[in-house]
């Protein structure tokens, strides 16, 4: 049974990787290859699981979505978006509530039913919205900004209404003001618990995390304080999703936020994709079958009566057109919380199984028709207001941020990143910074400079620093493991920008530059230049000519820094200089240069001195005498055993 059980998974997966991959070759979002995959995998085809049995797992999806919206709506963002948020998304749920309960009364719903279906009706899909959105790059547009604010409230006012629920289906006919005063008086004071909690301890927690420096203790932690504040609020009686939501906002405004995101972003999406498949899993083609008219025109009414009501808000509110359009667009569908309402109303008996899925069918089909009307919905809301695309052109396209084209990405804020920051600011040249210190990413927020905590290996991380738009990053922190990590993906996001690598030493130069680095820079041999700049200058040489021998230096790698003639205490596992005096009877005198087999000695010839003078890299023919001096680089057996061959041509082994 068990193997019967994970061969079923298995094949499930399978089924929609070919549907994500033929989806986006055809252009489509990959939620309707989820939504099939449910169809497939469900009792409308296969039968392989039922739609409880996946959607238990699948339901954490929507709980670490609202733990991400979470992140992007802190305390004090929330309040300056309250005119949108509580005005404007109060008014779209308020009046599609109360048309859809006088319209199902009309039909003989009663009153506890009506609203019920009022607020299945009334809220949207944040799921869907938010991920199109985002994939689009139309959160920060207007209609995205006012699509999210209502989005937003519809999740609060979900808050509410899991709390009047069991309020309605209790015995009494009629409810009494006491009642629902006293249920939204216990779900405030559980709220504001969790956030007077949530403020004092989980700052401190992250930052005892943050300073183990463990990237799998970091995402462990996201996951287990984002399920962990929706475990606590579910066991009050309210939302797993409500809980989560608060734990991102109070993490919000922290310096964390963008780590966070990026960790928790993969089980997002891995788990958002079950809550699409176990929504497939609820489509019944029999139902449709016998009442598909019925369902067909709920779809086509629910769709244009929300899309006019929230066009009518916003011009009300003095809107564009265009914007509103746009927005009425993009919240035109039914949402998943519409789903959890449905079933809990079920559950308490408040709506018959038959209407319950018709109501179901209804939302997931809006839900399938939501990528291409989100997609679309401002080429539509351009050709209603007669404007092409061409001439709208320039107003759809503006840079994310300012100066993008001289924007420095500096990763790693130690002194090196300091140092090259505070030169920026000198020269008024934009920059920004990523480190993972967490006290020094604070220390340097306070004091206003533009660094952000967040690990420079995650793809997540150098997008949200606007790495495509940078024109040249610097990685100024050490270890080679880190920069073999972040090259690829550096030189991957941004194909034309330079890419300045610091490092302690040359080893291993070739290999960054192979990576993707536009120029290494050793710290510990540019050090020795600097010095030996300051040497010469200080003995009257020439600025210019300095500075000619300093970039002969860089051009050829640093080959003449590499070695040194040892102490008393040599390192055998470094290369070295030493000198060979070649006396009277020297084995090689006579012979050039290239009658010395130098490969098999595996040394390097750096330089001859013949009668107080210095050529370096001799040429070939070059015919050694009595009394030169040889100048060999290499390591110190090596170099003991060309010695040998030298001065006795001892056989090579």
């Known amino acids: 049974m068990e193997h019967s059980f994970l061969i079923k998974i298995l094949l499930m997966l399978i089924i929609a990787v070919v549907a994500i991959a033929l989806f986006r070759r055809a252009g489509l979002p990959a939620i309707l290859a989820y939504l099939i995959t449910g169809v497939i995998s469900g009792p409308s085809v296969f039968n392989w699981f039922t739609q409880q049995q996946i959607h238990s797992v699948a339901e954490l999806g929507v709980v670490l979505l609202m733990f991400s919206l979470g992140l992007e709506f802190s305390l004090p963002r929330l309040w300056a978006m309250r005119r949108t948020v509580f005005g404007l998304g109060s008014a779209q749920v308020f009046i599609t509530a109360v048309l859809t309960m006088c319209i199902s009364m009309l039909f003989g719903l009663n009153l506890n039913g009506a609203i019920v279906v009022g607020s299945a009706i009334a809220l949207s899909s944040t799921a869907i919205v938010l991920k199109l959105l985002n994939e689009r790059g139309w959160l920060r547009k207007r209609h995205g900004e006012l699509s999210v604010s209502v989005l937003l409230f519809q999740d609060l006012a979900v808050v509410p209404l899991l709390i009047l629920m069991p309020l309605l289906a209790s015995d009494s006919e009629v409810l009494t003001w ?40 970091f995402v462990l932690s996201t996951l287990v304080v984002a399920l962990a504040t929706g475990a606590f609020t579910q ?11 608060m734990t991102g906002m109070l993490l919000g405004e922290s310096q964390y936020k963008r780590q966070l995101e990026a960790d928790i972003r993969p089980f997002r999406d891995l788990l958002m994709g079950l809550f699409f498949i176990s929504i497939g899993m609820l489509l019944d083609f029999s139902l449709v079958l016998q009442f598909w008219w019925q369902v067909l025109l709920l779809v086509v009414a629910v769709i244009i009566a929300k899309a006019l009501i929230v066009f009518g808000l916003l011009r009300a509110a003095k809107e564009t057109f265009r914007t509103s359009v746009a927005t009425a667009i993009s919240l035109a569908q039914v949402g998943e919380f519409s789903f959890v309402v449905l079933a809990l109303a079920v559950n308490y008996q408040l709506l018959e199984i038959t209407l319950s899925t018709k109501l179901v069918m209804v939302a997931v089909i809006s839900m399938a ?20 695309a061409r001439q709208d052109q320039a107003a759809e396209t503006f840079p994310l941020i300012e100066h993008a084209n001289d924007l420095v990405l500096i990763l790693g804020y130690g002194r090196v990143g300091q140092t090259i920051a505070r030169f920026m600011k000198t020269e008024a040249i934009p920059y920004l910074a990523v480190d993972l210190d967490p006290t020094r990413v604070a220390e340097a927020r306070r004091a206003g400079e533009p660094v952000y905590f967040g690990d420079a290996t995650k793809r997540a991380i150098l997008k949200q620093a606007h790495i ?45 530059e192979k990576a993707g680095a536009s120029q290494v820079i050793p710290e510990s041999l540019e050090g020795s230049l600097m010095l030996v700049s300051q040497v010469l200058f200080q003995c009257g040489v020439p600025l210019n000519r300095i500075l000619k021998r300093l970039e002969y230096e860089r051009r050829n790698h640093y080959q003449y820094l590499h070695g040194f003639f040892s102490g008393s205490s040599a390192d055998f596992s470094l290369e070295l200089l030493h000198a060979v005096a070649l006396p009277k009877g020297a084995q090689v005198i006579g012979l050039t240069l290239a009658d010395i087999p130098w490969q098999k000695l595996r040394v390097e010839l750096r330089a ?20 030169d001096i040889l100048i060999l680089l290499g390591k110190p057996r090596r170099i003991e055993k060309a010695e040998q061959y030298l001065l006795q041509g001892a056989t090579l082994a």
Request: hydrophobic residues 50%; contains cysteine; neutral net charge.
């Open 178 to 217: 006491s009642e629902i005063g006293y249920a939204m008086a216990e779900g405030v004071l559980a709220f504001i618990i969790l956030m007077a909690v949530g403020k004092w301890a989980l700052p401190k927690i992250f930052d005892e995390v943050a300073r183990s420096r463990s990237n799998e203790l």
């Open 235 to 245: 066991w009050i009686g309210l939302s797993m999703a409500l809980g989560a939501f």
């Open 369 to 388: 028709l939501a990528p291409w009307l989100v997609k679309h919905s401002v080429d539509i809301a351009r050709r209603l207001h007669g404007v092409s």
């Open 468 to 512: 495509r738009e940078a024109k040249l990053i610097v990685l100024t922190f050490d270890g080679h493991r880190t920069l073999e990590d972040v090259l690829p993906l550096c030189r991957q996001f941004a194909p034309e920008a330079k890419i300045l690598v610091r490092t302690r030493d040359d080893e291993g130069l070739a290999e960054l």
């Open 608 to 627: 001859v001195r013949r009668a107080g003078a210095e050529v370096e890299s001799p040429e070939i023919d070059w015919k050694i005498r009595r009394g």
